[in-house]
């Protein structure tokens, strides 16, 4: 329970055939016993781990951590999700049937079109489905106090986003296209809030984008801490996460 910090994020971070495996080692200070650990990439288990934050915090509630003293573990009406994403080729990478069929293990597993064919489609695949799950789960049980965001540019140049591309052209590139993406209007797939929420103002005049809807955010998370700081028997869990 004691892992270094640089550990968890080499070892989460390596992805197969782009980073090594990681290997590290724990210590038990009170009885000097050790474990070993042996990874790779988290995101072949959960390449958008918004489900695994919510898990974490469930678990935290249940545990009756101080944080949370009066939270009931499913209560998520209470929950402030932010979902980021790494984002998306400008243009999907499709591959018809008749050519597929005739792949083998190469086929699969080589690059093609600048991705590999079948891990390009699981990752996007886990990824949209985790989005979906929660974005649903919300909705069935009416959570109308929520706020769920997810922030993600699906127009990303190809060539942008492969992971073994790191020379400070392309780094500065993604920075750019983050940037660029501030400015952007939010779909109406990227956030669920109630209707107290104004996301488009009144007059029509402007859209609301992922920098004031980021904001607002900001606001309701400082709100929180200057709430724990007087009584933490009043908090709103907060979930902000990273996909792969």
Same mark, same amino acid.
């Given at each position: 329970?004691?892992?270094?910090?640089?550990?968890?994020?080499? /070892?989460?971070?390596?992805?197969? @055939?782009?980073?090594?495996?990681?290997?590290?080692?724990?210590?038990?200070?009170?009885?000097?016993?050790?474990?070993?650990?042996?990874?790779?990439?988290?995101?072949?288990?959960?390449?958008?781990?918004?489900?695994?934050?919510? /898990?974490?915090?469930?678990?935290?509630?249940?545990?009756?951590?101080?944080?949370?003293?009066?939270?009931?573990?499913?209560?998520?009406?209470?929950?402030?999700?932010?979902?980021?994403? @790494?984002?998306?080729?400008?243009?999907?990478?499709?591959?018809?049937?008749?050519?597929?069929?005739?792949?083998?293990?190469? /086929?699969?597993? /080589?690059?093609?079109?600048?991705?590999?064919?079948?891990?390009?489609?699981?990752?996007?695949?886990?990824?949209?489905?985790?989005?979906?799950?929660?974005?649903?789960?919300?909705?069935?049980?009416?959570?109308?106090?929520?706020?769920?965001?997810?922030?993600?540019?699906?127009?990303?140049?190809?060539?942008?986003?492969?992971?073994?591309?790191?020379?400070?052209?392309?780094?500065?590139?993604?920075?750019?296209?983050?940037?660029?993406?501030?400015?952007?209007?939010?779909?109406?797939?990227?956030?669920?809030?109630?209707?107290?929420?104004? @996301?488009?103002?009144?007059?029509?005049?402007?859209?609301? @984008?992922?920098?004031?809807?980021?904001?607002?955010?900001?606001?309701?998370?400082?709100?929180?801490?200057?709430?724990?700081?007087?009584?933490?028997?009043?908090?709103?869990?907060?979930?902000?996460?990273?996909?792969?």
């Amino acid at each position: 329970m004691n892992a270094r910090l640089a550990d968890v994020c080499i /070892g989460t971070s390596a992805a197969p @055939t782009v980073l090594p495996a990681h290997y590290f080692e724990t210590v038990d200070h009170r009885t000097g016993a050790s474990r070993s650990f042996n990874v790779i990439d988290g995101g072949l288990a959960a390449n958008n781990p918004t489900l695994v934050a919510m /898990g974490e915090i469930t678990e935290q509630m249940r545990q009756k951590s101080k944080e949370f003293p009066e939270t009931k573990p499913l209560d998520y009406h209470r929950y402030l999700v932010v979902s980021l994403g @790494t984002g998306l080729p400008e243009q999907d990478i499709k591959f018809d049937a008749c050519r597929v069929a005739k792949w083998g293990i190469f /086929g699969w597993l /080589g690059r093609r079109e600048n991705t590999v064919p079948l891990l390009q489609m699981f990752m996007h695949a886990s990824s949209d489905m985790t989005d979906s799950y929660v974005a649903d789960l919300f909705k069935a049980i009416g959570c109308s106090d929520q706020l769920l965001l997810r922030v993600q540019d699906r127009n990303i140049p190809i060539a942008a986003v492969a992971a073994d591309l790191s020379t400070e052209k392309n780094l500065r590139g993604l920075v750019k296209i983050a940037e660029n993406l501030l400015h952007k209007p939010l779909g109406e797939d990227d956030y669920k809030t109630d209707d107290r929420v104004e @996301t488009t103002p009144r007059d029509g005049r402007a859209i609301l @984008t992922y920098a004031g809807m980021l904001a607002r955010f900001a606001k309701l998370l400082s709100d929180e801490r200057k709430l724990r700081l007087q009584n933490m028997g009043h908090c709103m869990p907060v979930i902000a996460n990273r996909e792969a």
